[in-house]
């Protein structure tokens, strides 16, 4: 079993950023790779960003927050991060975190999720 809390979301005005965490326990966080998801009020979760578990990790990004979102991991402290820059209102979500086998952009390749953090973005 892998326990993941997220921390860090918060309200921000539109242009601003924020700093996700996400901090995990259990078995041994360098076996996972790690995403990130949201949902917005009324719509489905969907990809934000992932990253493999190797040392030279690799990483994915949705279209939607190319060039915005940064994902990246510290092995020795158990924790994901992803960095948010130019927050649009669209950002407005409740962000979550996932722990899998491959860096997928598929909820369902990932087998551990935390309870979420709410991000809101005002105009």
């Known amino acids: 079993q892998v326990q993941l809390v997220e921390s860090g979301g918060g309200l921000v005005q539109a242009g601003g950023s924020l700093r996700l965490s996400c901090a995990a326990s259990?078995?041994?966080?360098?076996?996972?790779?790690m995403g990130w998801f949201r949902q917005a009020p009324g719509k489905e979760r969907e990809f934000v960003a992932s990253i493999s578990r190797s040392a030279n990790a690799n990483t994915y990004y949705a279209e939607s927050v190319k060039g915005r979102f940064t994902i990246s991991r510290d092995n020795t402290k158990n924790t994901v991060y992803l960095q948010m820059i130019s927050l649009k209102p669209e950002d407005t979500a409740v962000y979550y975190c996932?722990?899998?086998?491959?860096?997928?952009?598929?909820?369902?390749?990932?087998?551990?999720w935390g309870q979420g953090t709410q991000v809101t973005v005002s105009p």
């Open positions: 259990g078995r041994t966080f360098s076996w996972y790779a």
């Open positions: 996932a722990a899998g086998s491959t860096a997928s952009l598929y909820q369902g390749d990932y087998d551990y």
